[in-house]
């Protein structure tokens, strides 16, 4: 790859530029002859009010923005690297946000005529790359923007830029879609981060048996999404006919895909789902709360879900003292089914830490996780008691 260093003024960069603030593209410099986002680049990050003025303070006061990558494209250039700090300026300019100064909002156009000079006038160092796509992708993978490194979904992007990529972005990387805030209560991620999308691609890949990267590959040219949007809505229609209530923060995240492959053939009573959840919620004894979900989904075969809380030492030695000195007076076994059997074990006072806890009621048969339901077997008996 050759690379040739240029310099440009931010005057120069930013002519032209135009901002979609609906769906963070459309971002043109140069007038015209720069492609600040092209289809491989990230959805621009920096609206936070934050890094846009810290961008907007650093030329103010002089400071260089750093080294900026433009890929040189044959018809155009486009931004390798730089993207986030070009779009800051030219927002900027625009008028597309405020800075704060001397305890004052200012815009581009409300700031003195010497300091919108200083800001147009400054010099940007940029290095104009050209090489193979393969070699341009390569570079833009090791590429560090701003202290924010590319995360697995934006490489991918990178590396199979085409067609479905662009329309996938569309879809699922619009942090103006409508439709966010009903995924949002099943999938974690910021869809201006390609989560979403991450997500989205990963339930169809797994469907397949194969993985985000291989799906990518051999659909990279595609000119339509509607497989990936079908299987996805899918989904997410599924959990709301199953689980009809308003969604729980607990369900945010979990593998739906999977659970969509393994249970959407079988038929559930969306009241009998609710009203478990609602018990197991509220049971104290249930430490994960997520792993719920499955367990009502699986029919309830698969307790290890729910991290059921175990009977903790106090709990467990109150119950070893009440039972061997009612073995002691008695003269029989602290363990009470050793106590009603026929073996030599049937006076046996065992020690602690050769007995352990049981729910005398299973706690999948309602029992509770207390004092009052708590019985120290010895450890034959109680593992070949097991949830009875």
């Not at 607990?250 to 593998?255: F, N, S, V, W, Y």
């Amino acid at each position: 790859m050759k690379t040739e260093l240029k310099h440009y003024t931010v005057r120069e960069v930013v002519a032209g530029f135009f901002y979609n603030e609906f769906e963070s593209k459309g971002l043109y410099g140069l007038s015209g002859k720069l492609v600040i986002q092209p289809e491989y680049q990230r959805n621009y990050i920096y609206n936070d009010g934050k890094k846009d003025v810290a961008v907007i303070d650093s030329l103010l006061k002089g400071y260089p923005l750093g080294l900026i990558y433009f890929n040189d494209a044959g018809s155009c250039l486009e931004v390798l690297d730089g993207q986030q700090r070009i779009t800051s300026v030219g927002r900027f300019v625009t008028g597309k946000f405020a800075i704060r100064v001397d305890d004052r909002e200012q815009t581009f156009s409300s700031l003195p005529l010497e300091e919108q000079a200083m800001i147009l006038d400054s010099e940007l160092l940029v290095y104009e790359c050209s090489g193979t796509e393969k070699e341009i992708k390569e570079w833009f993978k090791t590429i560090n923007i701003a202290g924010v490194p590319l995360n697995n979904q934006e490489l991918l992007n990178a590396i199979y830029s085409g067609p479905f990529v662009t329309l996938a972005k569309a879809e699922f990387s619009n942090s103006h879609n409508a439709n966010l805030q009903k995924w949002s209560a099943y999938i974690n991620g910021d869809a201006k981060r390609q989560q979403v999308l991450e997500v989205a691609l990963g339930w169809l890949a797994g469907a397949h048996g194969t993985s985000i990267d291989a799906y990518m590959a051999l659909h990279r040219q595609d000119d339509s999404t509607n497989e990936l949007k079908t299987y996805f809505t899918s989904v997410i229609d599924w959990i709301g006919s199953v689980f009809a209530a308003p969604p729980d923060k607990e369900m945010r995240g979990l593998e739906w895909g999977r659970l969509y492959e393994t249970y959407h053939s079988c038929a559930f009573d969306p009241a009998e789902l609710e009203s478990d959840l609602r018990r197991l919620m509220g049971d104290q004894a249930v430490k994960s709360h997520k792993g719920i979900y499955e367990y009502l989904l699986g029919g309830k075969q698969h307790p290890e879900l729910l991290a059921i809380r175990i009977f903790d030492g106090t709990t467990k030695g109150l119950a070893y003292q009440r039972q061997t000195e009612d073995a002691n007076r008695q003269c029989t076994s602290n363990c009470p089914l050793c106590a009603t059997s026929n073996t030599a074990n049937i006076t046996r006072i065992y020690k602690a830490d050769e007995m352990e806890a049981d729910h005398v009621t299973a706690w999948s048969h309602g029992g509770a996780t207390d004092l009052a339901n708590c019985q120290m077997l010895c450890v034959t008996h109680n593992r070949a008691k097991g949830n009875r």
